[in-house]
Nanobody
Framework: QVQLVESGGGLVQAGDSLRLSCEGS????????VGWFRQTPGKEREFVAM????????DYADSVKGRFSISRGNNKNTVYLQMNNLRPGDTAVYYC????????????????????WGQGTQVTVSS
């Protein structure tokens, strides 16, 4: 079992930055890939970014590429999502997630590939 807790959300203005944290516990957190997704009311949860177990592979949604960066902390129990140049369209609840096993590259953007989810953290970007 893996437990995930997100933090770092808040209310910012367009152009500002935020860093979200996802702290994992339970089964060895660094044995899994980790993904970030976001969701707004009435819409499906959408892929934002992911990092592989070894941190050698990352993937980003086109809408955040060049502005967001995903990384692992030195203690391997935390994954960060650095969000720069935020836009009102980035407003959403952000969730981190982890699969229970290996995650094929072809499936990293699918919500159904992830078995463990955090409770989410709200990010609101005002114009």
């Amino acid at each position: 079992q893996v437990q995930l807790v997100e933090s770092g959300g808040g209310l910012v203005q367009a152009g500002d930055s935020l860093r979200l944290s996802c702290e994992g516990s339970g089964r060895t957190f660094d044995s899994n890939a980790v993904g970030w997704f976001r969701q707004t009311p009435g819409k499906e949860r959408e892929f934002v970014a992911m990092i592989s177990r070894t941190s050698t592979f990352t993937d980003y949604a086109d809408s955040v590429k060049g502005r967001f960066s995903i990384s692992r902390g030195n203690n391997k129990n935390t994954v960060y999502l650095q969000m720069n140049n935020l836009r009102p369209g980035d407003t959403a609840v952000y969730y981190c997630a982890a699969p229970s096993g290996q995650l094929p590259i072809t499936r990293v953007r699918r919500m159904t590939s992830y078995d463990y989810w955090g409770q989410g953290t709200q990010v609101t970007v005002s114009s």
